[in-house]
């Protein structure tokens, strides 16, 4: 079983609408979570770390629910600009992070 | 990038050659991973450094060596390149393990 897993996508929405998509994680000990961007042909770089109570940053959320083990991103009015890959990351434990492979998100005009 | 560059940007290798991959970095930080990414699966972990001198094996260090002689140099070798390290690796530094920062990747092919 992979430590993470996501749904690929594609999502594919209109501009404006609302996105969301969650993954699961494996390990129940672990205690860190995040959510990574990545663009095509980019390096992966970090959107926002994901805490118990949730959060929100701008147009994104983010939910954590320990009992099921999953993680959830939102984004809200979606732009053309957040196309990307998300890719959910958790801690491997020992100064790793374990990744998903990623959902892709199309924002279209 | 955060301070982090990575040496080679592309390269085509034949099976059997070996090369070097630089990853350097100007902001200080102690942590430094190699990883590589292929299509449909996630970043996965070849080895890792949590300060000089020091490396470790991460989920898929067979075929791949490193060394951490400077605290800004993380080095990746291939001693002998197999088609299936064909990937696109990258290096990330970190002050904590979990927020780490990536370098722009090598693409590497293996022919």
């Known amino acids: 079983r992979k430590e993470v897993e996501q749904d690929p996508g594609p999502f594919n929405v209109p501009e404006g609408a609302t996105v969301a998509f969650n993954c699961t994680y494996s390990?129940?000990?672990?205690?860190?979570f995040f959510w990574y961007r990545q663009d095509c042909r980019k390096e992966p770089k970090l959107l926002m770390s994901v805490y118990s109570s949730g959060n929100e940053d701008g147009r994104f959320t983010a939910q954590l629910n320990r009992a099921s083990q999953y993680i959830s991103l939102l984004i809200r009015d979606s732009k053309l600009s957040d196309s990307a890959t998300y890719l959910c990351?958790?801690?491997?434990?020992?100064?790793?992070?374990?990744f998903g492979a990623g959902t892709t998100v199309t924002v279209r005009a | 990038n955060a301070g982090v560059t990575q040496t080679p940007k592309f390269r085509v290798l034949k099976t059997g050659q070996s090369m070097t991959l630089l990853c350097a970095q100007d902001?200080?930080?102690?942590?430094m991973y190699w990883y590589r990414q292929d299509p449909g699966m996630g970043l996965r972990l070849i080895h890792y450094?949590?300060?000089?001198?020091?490396?470790a094996k991460g989920e898929v260090p067979d075929g791949y060596n490193v060394s951490r002689l400077k605290k800004q140099n993380f080095l990746l070798g291939l001693e002998s390149a197999a088609p299936s390290q064909t990937s696109v690796y990258f290096c990330a530094i970190a002050t904590t393990p979990y927020e780490q920062y990536f370098g722009p990747g090598t693409r590497l092919t293996v022919t």
């Open positions: 990351v958790v801690n491997g434990g020992d100064y790793k992070l374990s």
């Open positions: 902001m200080n930080h102690e942590y």
């Open positions: 390990n129940s000990a672990s205690q860190s």
């Open positions: 450094s949590v300060g000089e001198g020091t490396t």
